[in-house]
């Protein structure tokens, strides 16, 4: 249910909070030491002291007292009050400045580029062979323009295509994910299918904006290339792709979290899809159907939803114990396994998620499904090199903006004009 709670908590999480991130680079040096007697933990709910105490059972060394502090994330109170401490950190005393801090993907790289975070390779003392089994879309997310990865993540979240097993069976002749994935490869296949469940009466997505992180997320070029606003070619490809589906009825046409788009888990049984990660289908989908109602395959795009880092901050005095803690939550396999048995996380180990596998690993509420292969094929073949500190406020604008567009009520042109002048509203300094 926490994970739940983090999901609609970033639905409060509007861009206008974000601007309270940090947009200038800190004056401290890139400094750490060991040997520190409290280590204060901050995050904005209690999932990661929960991952480390409860589904691990890790213990810290006896002579640190661990702090953990939990501050409410909702209007950019967590993001103001790290912002300030860190700001802060070479004022305060060892005992009461920031050791670690958890981060979402979403603001990750307002933190590194304003140079708050410490490099876990060369400053906490993990290695390329410790942190090999990591996936490599957490790596690209949490490094900076020279490549130094700034933070470690605990689970991995890609995106599965999670489709209706009564309507497949019914459509298709058949609910075996192999074979449903023969028809969603590639956007061709799927507007096949789309035409298909049109015939029988269904519609293929409840949201007009189901299909965004699997565009946005392939795009070759970021957002902001030489302080010049950037679009890149595959989110033109996703307007004219939601356009048509809009048009040709093979979209509801809600919106994420609104009713439209959450009845169709339930209530609303003709939606055949939905893209989520295994949060959403654990935590949202579980209570709105029946286990073996719905099953899992990869789609025609590699994406992901959500997550977390693990960031040591700058100025703290428990590298040591920060680098036994990082090995633990994202290193070592068997303590991954455990985390997955514990709490159904999939875990950002790729050992430990090929051995899950092999030892017949399902999900009850899939059907029974053996889900590993899938997870692992989706989050290996992710690459998030072209990710900026503009991306959620760019991304949230792209999309009120084409939503016009999309349905019919605006021109293309009138909505890019209406796009550039947000952006530039939002952020001047850009060209």
Known sequence: MKKLLICLMAMAFTASSLCAAPKKKVNNANYCSSGGKVLNIYSYNEEFQNVVMDNLGYEFPENVTV?????????????????????????LSDDEKIDLLIIEPDYIKHFINAGYLLDVKKDIG????????????????ASDNK??????????TPSMFIYRRSIAKEVLGTDDPDEVQAYVSSWDGMDHLAEMLKGEGYELFAGFDETFRAFSQSK???????????????LKEWVEHSRKYIDKGYNKGGVCWDYTWMDGMSGGRNIFAYYGADWFINYVMNF???????????????????????????????????????????????????????SNTIPNNKAAVKTLDEEGYTSEFLGDQKVMQYYYRQADSLRQTA??????????????????????????SVALENFYEAAYKEFPELK
Do not use: R
Request: with cysteine.
């Open 67 to 91: 702090e953990w502090h939990t501050i409410p994330f909702f209007d950019g109170n967590y993001l103001n009050t790290i912002k300030d401490l860190l700001n802060n950190q070479n004022k």
């Open 126 to 141: 993990l290695s390329d062979e410790d942190m090999k089994n990591q996936f490599q879309y957490t790596k690209d997310i």
């Open 147 to 156: 490549g130094n990865i700034c933070g470690v993540s605990w689970m991995v």
């Open 220 to 234: 070759k070029t970021p957002w902001v290339v030489n302080n010049k606003i950037n679009i890149d070619p595959a």
């Open 288 to 342: 709105s159907a029946a286990p073996g109602e719905w099953g899992i395959c990869m789609g025609p795009e590699a994406s992901y939803w959500g997550g977390s880092f693990v960031c040591a901050a700058k100025g703290t005095d428990n590298a040591d114990v920060i680098k036994d803690l990082l090995l633990k939550i994202s290193c070592d396999e068997e303590a991954m396994k455990k985390l997955c048995g514990n």
């Open 387 to 412: 990710t900026t500190e503009y991306d959620l406020e760019l991304n949230n604008l792209f999309m009120t903006e084409m939503k016009e567009y999309i349905f019919g009520n605006v021109s293309i």
